[in-house]
């Protein structure tokens, strides 16, 4: 088992402004982000920094083509340091940048992954609270030239600072809220289940559990829609601790099943990961159900006032009233996909099949997706 470690330094600031006085950004650093973040919270600073929008080089999530236009259009410009601000896709794509020599491409860097170098130090600085990336070294990109959706990990790819800072979530819709807080808690009970989870670890797979259900509460018991926004802090937290923990523990079969549906159907990945995520603890549950997995009832009973049998019936509810899980068939799956998506699953997600509570084998997989179906 490897050693726990946050190689990141992480500090709060409570607004973009202190972060960049006290970061002293200027015209050797290069901001990526999204237009429509930088014109409402960065733009009227007035800083010299240089720029780059992620959306001019494609929309949704990272792609090898999109990093390649990025790279190629970065020839010839002269930065330092790399500052992201903004979402998973966003955080990934500047964790891939930090790692690139000056005329590569993706499918290179895939290529000798092992003796990637850091070629610009990296401050990464999260919009959403739910990836927990600013925390982690791995970056996850749909190989559109493979047909597959994989990780690019490295210790260089780690950042050297991640800054919290929630009135940047102040503008976030509600369902990438939803969403993405969706994909924290998944990170905290896949990373406090996992083999790999340690005694370090699992207190941040826990505290982002207690954080993400007390928040949720809030939220649909009397805030509405904005009643999230009051926990911004919180829910920043929350992401950032799970992502510690899973950049420890890792994430299993919950995230291995969501990505033939986020690669072949383009559903968010937190939505993807709330599709399959019930009916791969039922699996858990009926293959093992002494273990581990009796602690987390415990946990999820204390943070949801109910007994540990009937506490993963209660999460269910609670997720579905932050926003309604669907049939995967909605989605515009089909029945004949299922094997295909199984097998896939078995083929290319090993890195995250290790992580499983307990070993899933092709009919587990296929029977998951058809209860979903
Ligand atoms: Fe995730």
Redesign the pocket.
Known sequence: MKDFKIVTGMKEFASFQQFANEEHLGIDDLILTNAYIYEPAIARLDLSCQTLFQEEFGAGEPTDVMVDGILQSLRGRKYRRIIAVGG?TVIDIAKVLAVAQRDDTVDAMYGRMAALQKEHPLILVPTTC???SEATNIA?LNRTRKGIKVGLVSPAMFAEKAALIPELLASLPYPVFATSSI??M??AVESYLSPNACALSEVFSERALQLILRGWKITVNCGGPEGWKGQALEFLRASNFAGIA?GHAG?GAV?AL?YPLGGVHHIP??QA?QLMFADVMRKYQEKKPVGKLNRLQELLSAALCSTPERALDELYGLMDKVMKKTPLRMHGVTEEELPVFARNVLNTQQRLLENNYVELLEDDILDIYRRAF
Do not use: L, P, V
Request: proline share 0%.
């Open positions: 998973g739910g990836t927990g996850i994909d924290a998944i990170h899973f994430c995230h969501s990945h937190g990961n």
